[in-house]
């Protein structure tokens, strides 16, 4: 009787694109934008969730390009359309596509997120390059802003002091929760080794 690996065989049956289309969609529902999904619950934004998902198990710069491009395109859709502010889209905002192809970068040095032997390793790893992907991020934007014309970067640690905490842990929430469910679901875990388009 042959033994059949059911694991290997869901894993072989990952489809990018629409592993893709799945991260863009919760994208667009998590964005902070007015959208049908803030009247009902409000999610942090899985754009860096679905940076390290990329560069971990799908690793194609087209996968990359994609989501960066897209976080940018919802950004856009939301000033023209919903009337949200701009005041976050000045010059530094070209160093965000930056520092997100970083996390996507940084993914591809995690073997998994299924919790195991390499969990302290990939928690540290994964808790780093946030803090860093924002503090270069909103470094960037300080830069552009009043504050930082009036007083330079004297302020900066107190900006720094009183956002990171609250931005940086809703992003750790999100891969809390996505190493949950793929170790809680390993036979629809992507494998990079077989992932195929």
């Given at each position: 009787?042959?033994?059949?690996?059911?694991?290997?065989t869901?894993?072989?049956?990952?489809?990018?694109?629409?592993?893709?289309?799945?991260?863009?969609?919760?994208?667009?529902?998590?964005?902070?934008?007015?959208?049908?999904?803030?009247?009902?619950?409000?999610?942090?934004?899985?754009?860096?969730?679905?940076?390290?998902?990329?560069?971990?198990?799908?690793r194609h710069?087209?996968?990359?390009?994609?989501?960066?491009f897209?976080?940018?395109?919802?950004?856009?859709?939301?000033?023209?359309?919903?009337?949200?502010?701009?005041?976050?889209?000045t010059?530094?905002?070209?160093?965000?596509?930056?520092?997100?192809?970083?996390?996507?970068?940084?993914?591809k040095?995690?073997?998994?997120?299924i919790?195991?032997?390499n969990?302290?390793?990939n928690?540290?790893?994964?808790?780093?390059?946030?803090?860093?992907?924002?503090?270069?991020?909103?470094?960037?934007?300080?830069?552009?802003?009043?504050?930082?014309?009036?007083?330079?970067?004297?302020?900066?640690?107190?900006?720094?002091?009183?956002?990171?905490?609250?931005?940086?842990?809703?992003?750790?929430?999100?891969?809390?929760?996505?190493?949950?469910?793929?170790?809680?679901?390993?036979?629809?875990?992507?494998?990079?080794?077989?992932?195929?388009?």
């Amino acid at each position: 009787m042959r033994l059949i690996d059911y694991n290997s065989t869901m894993k072989k049956q990952i489809n990018i694109p629409f592993a893709v289309l799945i991260m863009v969609l919760l994208m667009i529902a998590t964005r902070g934008h007015d959208n049908w999904l803030s009247s009902f619950v409000h999610l942090p934004d899985f754009t860096i969730p679905a940076l390290f998902i990329a560069g971990i198990y799908f690793r194609h710069f087209w996968v990359a390009f994609t989501l960066i491009f897209s976080a940018i395109a919802i950004d856009n859709y939301a000033i023209m359309y919903q009337g949200i502010s701009a005041n976050c889209i000045t010059p530094a905002y070209s160093v965000l596509p930056l520092t997100y192809y970083g996390i996507f970068w940084v993914g591809k040095h995690i073997s998994t997120l299924i919790i195991g032997d390499n969990i302290i390793k990939n928690v540290f790893v994964i808790t780093t390059a946030v803090s860093m992907q924002w503090l270069v991020a909103t470094g960037a934007y300080y830069f552009f802003t009043e504050t930082y014309a009036k007083t330079g970067w004297s302020d900066f640690p107190t900006y720094v002091a009183h956002w990171s905490i609250a931005e940086i842990s809703v992003t750790l929430y999100w891969m809390t929760v996505v190493m949950i469910i793929f170790t809680l679901t390993p036979r629809t875990t992507p494998n990079p080794s077989v992932a195929k388009l």
